[in-house]
């Protein structure tokens, strides 16, 4: 489905719950997010009904995310239904990996195509300072466990931050000589507990350029540019919606795991999907396609969504 600006619609991003086992310090707060009541979160049956009628509005790929997707209760049955939607042609999931040793097989099992993992800092102490719960090992042995499950071409997802991680970018992106997968740096984005960190923190992708100067830049769809070192089986990712906005190329729709419908994850404009059905869920789903925003205001006045990042769904 095409939205006022002829942007091809294409892509649900579906969050599954704002409850996190990790407190990463730009995302979320200490002591965590209130507790929604749980009659104000989706269903199982209201998230897959949900993704259904997206799928017949155009949508062709769905990606799970949170806070913390594996968190929810019923992720693999969950998963297992959406791979069930007729003419959905990829579902894919973003975690922090911690829960992959126990569901990376069933996971498979039940269908998702590919797995993207954040992976900060190869640092255990950074990594347990950053996550302020996690531990890299967790996330290390989840990283395995998804190979083993079959999840070959493997993303990561690293949030640039000055002073915490920009030494270790050629480290991260040494793990793509011998491994088909793919490391994106991403830059971080002032909204929620990061908004007033100093603006020391906020680099430009552009800084892994000038820390790589062998990347040779491929083609590349979607919203990333892509390059890889000289003979590496994998590939870099630089998402820089700060300094190059990919708004005209963006392809999503978000859901909220309340049920509110978001054309753009820095957009106050919710449309609420809850106790719709047929038709009617149809139509406000086209509505909320067609009047997606034209782009963020990220580099002129901020963020405009009250939500913080795991209320969304990065
Ligand atoms: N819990 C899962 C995870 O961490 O992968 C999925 C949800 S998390 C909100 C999705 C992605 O958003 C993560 O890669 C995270 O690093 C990123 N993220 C969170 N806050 C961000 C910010 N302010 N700027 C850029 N990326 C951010
Ligand atoms: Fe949790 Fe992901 Fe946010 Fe970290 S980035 S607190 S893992 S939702």
Redesign the pocket.
């Known amino acids: 489905m095409l939205d006022r600006c002829g942007r091809t619609i294409d892509y649900l991003r579906l969050s599954v719950t704002d409850l ?1 086992n990790y407190r ?1 310090r ?2 979320m707060p200490e002591e965590g997010v209130p507790k929604r009541r749980h009659a104000d979160m989706l269903t199982l049956e209201e998230l897959t009904e949900i993704a259904a009628a997206c799928v017949a509005c155009g949508v062709k790929k769905i990606r799970l ?5 594996l968190v929810r209760r019923g992720i693999v049955e969950l998963c297992r239904a959406l791979r069930a939607i007729p003419g959905l042609e990829e579902l894919c999931l ?3 990996g911690a829960l992959l040793p126990q569901l990376a097989a069933p996971l498979r099992q039940a269908g998702v195509d590919r797995l993207n993992i ?1 992976l900060d800092t190869l640092r255990p102490d950074r990594f347990a300072a950053m996550t302020r719960t996690g531990t890299l090992q967790n996330t290390l042995d989840g990283i395995r466990a998804a190979e083993e499950a079959g999840f070959h071409h493997l993303k990561f ?1 690293t ?1 640039l931050i000055g002073g915490f991680n920009d030494d270790e970018i050629e480290a991260l992106a040494g793990l793509t000589l011998e491994h088909p997968w793919e490391v994106r740096f ?1 830059e ?2 002032p ?2 507990p ?1 908004a007033g960190w100093d603006k020391s923190c906020f680099l430009s992708g552009e800084e892994v350029l000038k820390r790589l100067p062998t990347l040779q830049e491929i083609p590349s769809q979607g919203v990333a540019r892509r390059y890889r070192l000289p003979g590496a089986a994998g590939t870099v990712g630089l998402i820089s919606p700060m300094s190059h906005e990919f708004c005209a190329q963006c392809r999503r729709i978000r859901v909220t795991a309340d049920g509110k419908l978001k054309g753009c994850l820095h957009s106050a404009e919710e449309l609420s999907l809850r106790g719709l059905h047929g038709q009617a869920l149809l139509d406000a789903i086209a509505q909320g396609i067609a009047q997606k925003p034209l782009r963020h205001h990220l580099t002129s006045g901020g963020s405009d969504t009250a939500r913080t ?2 209320e969304i ?2």
């Open positions: 996190c990463c730009y995302c995310t949170g806070g913390e997707p973003t975690t922090n954040s997802d949030v991403i971080l984005m909204m929620g990061c990042m795991n769904g990065g």
